[in-house]
């Protein structure tokens, strides 16, 4: 593939994941490839490739014969997800922690003003951008650990939760901001105990913002999703 070819699928790939973090794609839709290539004007081929690269990551999921359909979500994934993300990145942010310099303090507190500065939604719909710019303030929060293999496997949790994430901020987020100000104080002035422990609350929050809306019976994009075509 030419490195065009590259950028294209790769292009795909994030918008097709945006969709899927922000519902416009929701849990168990089934996904119409042709449909999908001339929405987006790109070859069958950049979508394949794509989706294939989607269901290694586990947002979509492949069915021998009938093709590719959106990863369910399930409160027994997002508690199972929730305690591993816990004590991976509460260890990730505490070697962080621990060997960040002064230059690394400064990239937090920039990356906390541009996640500040972005708005969750965009005329009633999920802002795609606020994904990336929380993506990029928690890896920065994280970026001084340093354990290769603890920071591969916190990523693929981080990516994960964020589907559960923003399903929270639909529910009940409204001191989102807060959070993330005072993990990142915390952080910063080398509070390591109240820095993992505000961040194990934040993690935790979404799973039980979550379990209290399930609690009530309210409608959420979670369990009754009957399949669909795009």
């Not at 005329?123 to 340093?146: M, Q, S």
């Not at 293999?149 to 939760?161: G, V």
């Not at 104080?185 to 820095?195: F, K």
């Amino acid at each position: 593939m030419t490195k065009t070819g590259k950028s294209l699928t790769e292009s795909v790939y994030l918008s097709l994941r945006d969709d899927i973090l922000t519902y416009r794609l929701k849990p168990a839709t089934k996904l119409n490839i042709a449909s999908m290539a001339k929405d987006r004007g790109v070859s069958l081929s950049a979508v394949r490739e794509a989706l294939a690269r989607l269901s290694s990551d586990g947002f979509v999921v492949t069915e021998p014969q009938r093709g590719f359909r959106v990863a369910s979500v399930s409160l027994a994934d997002l508690l199972d997800l929730t305690e591993r993300r816990v004590a991976i990145e509460g260890q990730c942010l505490l070697r962080s922690i621990q060997n960040g310099d002064l230059a690394w303090e400064g990239r937090v507190l920039a990356s906390l003003h541009e996640l500040s500065r972005t708005r969750v939604y965009l005329e009633n719909e999920f802002n795609p951008a606020w994904i990336n710019t929380h993506v990029r303030f928690h890896a920065t929060l994280v970026e001084a650990c340093d354990s290769p293999w603890l920071m591969r496997i916190r990523e693929l949790l981080f990516i994960h939760s964020e589907r559960y994430r923003v399903l929270s901020i639909h529910l009940d987020r409204p001191h989102l901001d807060s959070e993330h100000h005072n993990i990142a104080e915390a952080a910063i002035t080398r509070d390591t105990e109240r820095a993992v422990a505000l961040l194990t609350d934040h993690v935790k929050l979404t799973a039980q913002i979550i379990l209290e809306n399930e609690a009530n019976e309210q409608e959420s994009p979670f369990l009754a999703h009957p399949p669909q075509s795009t």
